[in-house]
């Protein structure tokens, strides 16, 4: 047990390491949450990688007779997911241990998680939305930066995790362009409790994405990640590839208007988060014409360049403690 790392995040989920393997639409499966868990992090994964709803009620099912080690949701809380309040349940009465809550107010998945002692974590890009799910008694906050991948905020790390460490009574957990351990010692040295992997997890032998997406985040370097409206509304951060390129980063003028239109806005960002959810949805499983494909569309964030091969998330988890030890160890005295 020597090698564990006590943190708040660690002693609040009951996990070995502060490291959460991060919820990624479309790439999340049951293996990669039982093997993260199983390893010491905690896994997880977005409700709506799994449709119909019958199916994600299997999915928690199969993942909690695997393993006892805690695990995590990911529920996105605006009006485009329909299936918010029987997501929440399934999970609850599965005893899913971990909420992460996203583009949206977690007031409803936080009431209900506490009711079965679970914990709620959002993602947060500043210190205002900080302190709105704060007092709505949020347990933690996942605080996206630059660097990451999907949604990625707009301030560095370096500057987002002080700063909310400094101003919040929560945890605070890093999230963007962690894939490796001495990121971590630096992560914790800023404040944080842990840390939000992502990206070096598609380069699993777990992840049951196709393999061209695989080697292109071992192949990739930050250089080739953008960030691009054009697919969900909001920032996200992708593989510049051919497709990416020919598309352009921007969402078209008419849904611009509309998202900026304070008349049309709130109808218009619900739609075009549900528009960008149906084409992800179509990536995954078209390649022909000129639909995206996973030949196409690869979400990912700046931490590609430190990917270099494909193992599975045990060895991940594995790598990233082992190289956290000795980065602590190797520091100036």
């Keep these: ?42 896994g997880t ?71 079965n002692g679970a914990k709620v974590f959002c993602d947060v890009t500043n210190l205002e939305h900080a302190r709105k799910v704060a007092d709505l008694g949020a347990d933690g906050l996942v605080a996206v930066g630059t660097g990451a991948g999907g949604h990625a905020g707009p301030i560095s790390p370096l500057v987002l995790v002080p700063w909310l460490a400094r101003e919040m009574k929560i945890p605070v957990v890093l999230a963007g362009g962690v894939a490796v351990g001495s990121q971590i010692a630096a992560a914790l040295s800023l404040g944080a409790a842990g840390v939000h992997v992502g990206t070096r997890f598609i380069a699993s032998t777990e992840a049951g994405v196709d393999l061209a997406y695989k080697n292109a985040v071992v192949q990739s370097t930050p250089e080739d990640i953008v960030m691009t409206t054009r697919v969900s509304g909001t920032p996200a951060a992708v593989i510049n590839t051919d497709y990416v390129k020919k598309i352009g980063t921007d969402l078209p003028l008419a849904l611009r208007v509309l998202k900026d239109h304070g008349l049309t806005k709130k109808y218009a960002v619900p739609l075009i988060h549900w528009l960008g959810m149906r084409s ?11 639909k995206p494909s996973w030949k196409t569309v690869w979400s990912a964030g700046q931490s590609v360049g430190l990917v270099n091969e494909i193992i599975s998330c045990r060895e991940i988890v594995e790598n990233l403690v082992a190289e956290y030890h000795v980065a602590v160890a190797a520091l100036p005295r």
């Design 1 to 42: 047990m020597s090698n564990a790392i006590s943190t708040s995040l660690t002693r609040l989920l009951g996990i070995r390491y502060p490291i959460i393997g991060a919820p990624m639409f479309l790439v999340s499966n049951v293996e990669m949450v039982v093997a993260i868990s199983e390893a010491g992090g905690i």
């Design 45 to 115: 994964f977005p409700a709506l990688n799994y449709r119909p709803i019958e199916k994600y009620r299997d999915a928690i099912a199969e993942m909690k007779a695997l393993t006892k080690k805690p695990i995590g949701v990911n529920v996105i809380v605006n009006k485009s997911n329909t299936r918010q309040n029987e997501d929440i349940k399934i999970a609850l009465d599965h005893g899913v241990e971990l909420f992460i809550t996203s583009l949206g107010s977690p007031a409803t998945v936080i009431r209900e998680a506490h009711k």
């Design 280 to 290: 992800l949805e179509q990536a995954a499983t078209s390649s022909a014409g000129e």
